[in-house]
């Protein structure tokens, strides 16, 4: 069986027409533009063509598995909704997010037939992320402050930000035309810096966390790519030295110490204060319901009940929505086994991208299992502070990127697309 779009007629120019579609949706995604879901759309009914007209014999059992997950934690949000009968949750916006795990066997099978090579796949990346050299250059000509105008949502765009940057930081280890390595710096960088211009103190860490991981890497790999991987975090951190006073990291970190100084001295109304009494709902609501928790979308509900009696602080009015952070906002609403399936979904492709870097022979097989790790490591450090899965633009992102790195054909044995053993 041919691995590349045979019912399409076999020709570069429909990779290319995938490709256009996955880099509009990210740039998109990058813009918290709506218009990302129609072609999204146009990618999942070209999904279902292939899947009806080639079936999916083809999938290899590594990625058959983390779509059993994926839609296996769909399917635990839909009992949860359906067991505690609130079924007008059905078409909540925060249900209707992960829909797209009911299509990712077909989003799986489009993509193992376009069969990308790890140069469009890198083109990919860094073209997606082009979103960031507008967003931060405007940021810097057009100063503004946090939850207005373009950070009316500071939080999502400085963590999709920060994401795309560090996945061009590695596709600039894994292009090999010099001047594709030129523009995906500008991506990193660009990236980095609409992060610290919203203050989205989450993806910081990713930053210092990630970098880590592409020297430790790097320096297994290759030397010179070890140097450079050395330089470049040295270059960030003088500029982040020199222009401390023009980025808000300073001001954020205190910001941080101040909050926590009043939590404990009995003033819980600050910005991590909120969070720690969110945190403490969830957990005690999981305490209450420990193995399916208090339902899908019910965080609202328990905070209210805690507060009434007088275990957290009230609530805002018209409540918080969730946890401000993923793990507990599925730890309170869907319990242990809800936690458990989420985490599933992100463990997963991580184990098997650790598993696919300890394996590589060459160091060209090394770069997009590394990228899948910083994903899932940028993703979880991301779910610390703040809803991530639970944000549509980037648990689409997350799920594209992470289905496109596991199908690049030396993640798996290349005989299981043709239909061998």
Known sequence: MNSSL????????????????????????????????????????????????????????????FNVLGVTFFVLITFSIVFNQNFHLLFAYRYEIFKILLFL??????????????????????????????LSVYLLMYPTDRSTGILEIPITRGNLGMLFGMLSLVAFFGLQ??????????????????????????????????????????????????????????????????????????????????????YFNGDAQTSVGYRLEMWKASFMSCLDNPLWGAGFYQFDKYYALYASQNIVIESRPGGW???????????GEMGSVGLISMLSILLYPAF???????????VTDTYIPLAGLILVESIMEFMMTDETLTEKFIFIVYIIFVVLFL???????????????
């Not at 063509?49 to 598995?65: C, D, H, L, N, R």
């Not at 991208?353 to 394996?359: D, G, S, V």
């Not at 054909?409 to 299981?416: L, N, T, V, W």
Request: charged share 15%; aromatic share 16%; glycine share 6%.
């Open 105 to 134: 066997p077909l989003l799986t099978l489009l993509l193992l037939y376009a069969n990308f090579e790890e140069q469009a796949i890198w083109k990919i990346v860094v073209l997606g992320g082009l979103f960031t050299v507008y």
């Open 352 to 362: 098997l991208f650790l598993k696919r870097i300890k394996n590589s022979v060459y």
């Open 177 to 262: 035309d010099k001047r594709w390595k030129v523009v995906a710096l500008i991506v990193f960088f660009s990236g980095v810096l609409l992060s610290l211009l919203s203050g989205s103190r989450g993806g910081w860490l990713s930053l210092v966390l990630g970098v880590a991981i592409i020297i430790i890497v790097n320096r297994k790999l290759n030397r010179v790519a070890f140097l450079i991987s050395v330089f470049l975090a040295v270059f960030v951190i003088s500029l982040a030295v020199l222009f401390w006073e023009y980025i808000p990291i300073a001001e954020r970190l205190n910001l941080v110490l101040h909050d926590i100084t009043a």
């Open 321 to 331: 929505g969730h946890a401000h952070s993923d793990y507990f906002t599925f730890l």
């Open 6 to 65: 045979e019912l399409f007629g076999n020709t570069i120019f429909k990779k290319y027409f995938i490709a256009t579609l996955l880099i509009a949706i990210f740039i998109l995604a990058g813009m918290l533009s709506n218009y990302m879901d129609y072609f999204l759309y146009i990618l999942l009914l070209i999904s279902g063509w292939v899947a009806f007209k080639q079936g999916f014999k083809i999938m290899p059992k590594e990625i058959k598995v």
């Open 407 to 421: 199908t690049h054909k030396p993640c798996y044995r290349r005989h299981s697309l043709q239909g061998g053993a």
